[in-house]
């Protein structure tokens, strides 16, 4: 099976206030994003910046299957982790505008921003450096015997690197409690998943180590929130890694400074007409009578104004001093 299956509508069966809380949260990565955006444009985020539009559903579902306790670790394209975890919306704004009030001081930019308090481990610039670190803090979690799962995301581009085979080899040697999520958004940097892989399944990936592994619609968030949900409990119980490969999409370039020329713009907008994880999710939610429409003007006001509010609070705060420059550069 190479497509995941999609699921019949109406569904009444999850708890219409976390239904919502997944509406909301998915519009705050949109929003907050839509907003970095216009910031790069204006001068104001300097570097790389590798935006979430599109994705959204990915990571909010995993977020919500996860346990107190539970880490996760990324690569780039990190704003929407950061802000699922609960991260603080300015703080993630001023370290992508290079301000003293950010997460990593102002230092770490739109790639390399970290949360002890969220158990949020980066933000990685290296494609594919992430997988054998979250393998790693899954080993710590065995070595602890403290119960935590990691959640290790990388991409269908890192998916070809041969670390994440090395990193899937020890897992399933070790019985990890890792899940290693592939954001297959099909593209990777530029070139497509049918032109870069030799087989596209990538949630067979793991076969050759006898590691499990699931397709998911990755832009239906309740999908992913039950696969990821089944991911974490058989890695949980000490059976070891998981695989899920979320079939997701971006709007966006690979980062602001990607023309996207390798794709057209029709491919684009059926994907957004057909397939928008927010404006179905909507619909989805009104059609059973969990939102209603003034409620969803309600929301996208108050999250507008949030993300405003991050945004002045991170072209109002200071530049790092320049003592800071050494500071942090061991633990």
């Given at each position: 099976m190479s497509e995941p299956a999609r699921r019949e509508e109406p569904d009444q069966g999850l708890d219409p206030a976390l239904a919502k809380k997944f509406y909301r949260d998915m519009l705050l990565i949109r929003r907050f994003e839509e907003k970095a955006g216009q910031l790069y444009g204006m001068g104001l985020i300097g570097g790389f910046c590798h935006l979430y539009i599109g994705q959204e559903a990915v990571v909010v579902g995993m977020q919500a299957a996860l346990q107190p306790g539970d880490q996760v670790i990324t690569a780039y394209r990190d704003h929407g982790h950061m802000l699922a975890t609960g991260m603080d919306p300015k703080g993630v704004m001023a370290e992508l505008t290079g301000r003293a009030t950010g997460y990593s001081k102002g230092k770490g930019g739109s790639m390399h921003m970290f949360s002890v308090e969220q158990h949020f481990y980066g933000g990685h610039g290296i494609v594919g450096a992430q997988v054998p670190i979250g393998t790693g803090l899954a080993f710590s979690n065995k070595y602890k015997k403290n119960?935590?799962?990691?959640?290790?995301?990388?991409?269908?581009?890192?998916?070809?690197?041969?670390?994440?085979?090395?990193?899937f080899n020890m897992a399933e040697l070790w019985k990890l409690p890792v899940v290693y999520v592939i954001e297959n958004n099909q593209y990777a940097m530029g070139t497509s998943i049918e032109r870069s892989s030799a087989t596209r399944e990538l949630y067979k990936r793991g076969a050759s180590f006898d590691i499990p592994g699931e397709p998911v619609d990755g832009m239906d968030v309740e999908a992913v929130y039950e696969a990821g949900l089944r991911a974490t409990e058989y890695v949980r119980s000490g059976k070891g890694p998981f695989i899920?490969?979320?079939k997701t999409y971006r709007y966006r370039g690979h980062s602001m400074s990607d023309p996207a020329k390798y794709r057209t713009r029709e491919e684009v907008q059926e994907v957004r007409e057909k397939r928008d994880p927010i404006e179905h999710y909507g619909a989805r939610l009104m059609q059973r009578g969990s939102l209603r429409e003034d409620e969803m003007k309600a929301l996208d006001k108050?999250?507008?104004?949030?993300?405003?509010?991050?945004?002045?609070?991170?072209t109002e705060s200071p530049e790092p001093l320049s003592e800071e420059l050494y500071t942090d550069v061991y633990a």
């Open positions: 119960g935590a799962v990691c959640l290790t995301y990388f991409g269908d581009g890192a998916a070809n690197q041969g670390q994440v085979y090395e990193s899920l490969e979320l108050e999250i507008r104004g949030i993300v405003n509010t991050a945004a002045e609070f991170a």
